[in-house]
């Protein structure tokens, strides 16, 4: 063996000799740290193996996570259209209430109209015919002499005129007086002062007094009938020794009401 004094020699002789490198290295170094490269490397290989299938998974979920924000983004712009189109359905829906009230408001003041209309015309329509009621009583004064003559009455006079001037002083006096002793109500003594006409007459064959009481209208109807009924059984009282007949006098009645005077005794006088 050569000669070894300097650091130099040292290396040198164990560059030139493995086994003695071992030795030195077995003297100097544990079998843990010389085993240490090899468990290094046994480890670098098992991480790798661990990491590989991990960094696959990392990949899917990243791919899934990106996935998944793209479908949120795709349900925020699909929410938005939503909002939109609901803000929409909201207007279009509060202009249909509007147009909806305003439409009320149109129809109401119609209903309000036609209401108007039609009192205006029913009030009309009375007019019309209360004139020709009056018309109509002013012409029975002047027809009541020959449509009560040919029933066999003589001195046919009107004693209850429309107006009250040309009323017989004695019917008012009597009438008067049969309230004043209580022969009649106040209720029928109105009634007497507000029949049509009442007409005084005789019978040829007797001499018996005759009164008849008429209730004029352009339309005759059931409330004609029962007021005539009404100043019949006044006139009566007033007259008990008197033949009482009850009358109507107008245009136009009605079956029924014909069948109503009939039942009542109430005789039915129309204009032609």
């Given at each position: 063996?050569?000669?070894?004094?300097?650091?130099?020699?040292?290396?040198?002789?164990?560059?030139?000799?493995?086994?003695?490198?071992?030795?030195?290295?077995?003297?100097?170094?544990t079998?843990?740290?010389?085993?240490?490269?090899?468990?290094?490397?046994?480890?670098?290989?098992?991480?790798?193996?661990?990491?590989?299938?991990?960094?696959?998974?990392?990949?899917?979920?990243?791919?899934?996570v990106?996935?998944?924000?793209?479908?949120?983004?795709r349900?925020?712009?699909?929410?938005?259209?939503?909002?939109?189109?609901?803000?929409?359905?909201?207007?279009a829906?509060?202009r249909?209430?509007?147009?909806?009230?305003?439409?009320?408001?149109?129809?109401?003041?119609?209903?309000?109209?036609?209401?108007?209309?039609?009192?205006?015309?029913?009030?009309?329509?009375?007019?019309?015919?209360?004139?020709?009621?009056?018309?109509?009583?002013?012409?029975?004064?002047?027809?009541?002499?020959?449509?009560?003559?040919?029933?066999?009455?003589?001195?046919?006079?009107?004693?209850?005129?429309?107006?009250?001037?040309?009323?017989?002083?004695?019917?008012?006096?009597?009438v008067?007086?049969?309230?004043?002793?209580?022969?009649?109500?106040?209720?029928?003594h109105?009634?007497?002062?507000?029949?049509?006409?009442?007409?005084?007459?005789?019978?040829?064959?007797?001499?018996?007094?005759?009164?008849?009481?008429?209730?004029?209208?352009?339309?005759?109807?059931?409330?004609?009938?029962?007021?005539?009924?009404?100043?019949?059984?006044?006139?009566?009282?007033v007259?008990?020794?008197?033949?009482?007949?009850?009358?109507?006098?107008?245009r136009?009645?009605?079956?029924?009401?014909?069948?109503?005077?009939?039942?009542?005794?109430?005789?039915?006088?129309?204009?032609?």
């Amino acid at each position: 063996m050569a000669s070894i004094n300097t650091v130099e020699d040292i290396i040198e002789a164990l560059d030139a000799d493995p086994l003695l490198l071992e030795a030195l290295r077995a003297r100097i170094m544990t079998r843990e740290l010389i085993d240490q490269p090899d468990r290094f490397e046994r480890f670098v290989e098992t991480v790798q193996q661990f990491m590989d299938p991990t960094d696959r998974r990392l990949v899917v979920l990243e791919n899934a996570v990106a996935q998944l924000a793209e479908s949120h983004a795709r349900l925020a712009e699909s929410n938005a259209r939503l909002e939109n189109a609901v803000a929409g359905l909201e207007n279009a829906v509060a202009r249909l209430a509007e147009s909806h009230a305003s439409l009320e408001n149109t129809v109401e003041r119609l209903a309000e109209s036609h209401t108007r209309l039609e009192q205006s015309h029913f009030r009309l329509e009375r007019k019309v015919d209360s004139m020709r009621g009056d018309h109509l009583e002013m012409r029975l004064q002047g027809r009541i002499h020959g449509l009560l003559g040919s029933r066999e009455l003589y001195r046919v006079r009107v004693v209850r005129a429309m107006y009250p001037a040309g009323s017989s002083p004695k019917f008012l006096n009597d009438v008067d007086d049969a309230i004043q002793d209580d022969t009649i109500t106040t209720r029928q003594h109105q009634r007497l002062m507000d029949t049509d006409l009442i007409v005084r007459g005789r019978r040829r064959d007797s001499a018996q007094d005759v009164y008849v009481a008429l209730e004029v209208s352009n339309r005759l109807n059931r409330d004609d009938v029962d007021r005539v009924v009404e100043s019949g059984e006044a006139l009566a009282l007033v007259y008990p020794s008197a033949e009482i007949q009850t009358a109507v006098y107008g245009r136009d009645i009605s079956d029924e009401h014909v069948s109503r005077a009939h039942t009542k005794g109430v005789e039915i006088f129309l204009s032609r």
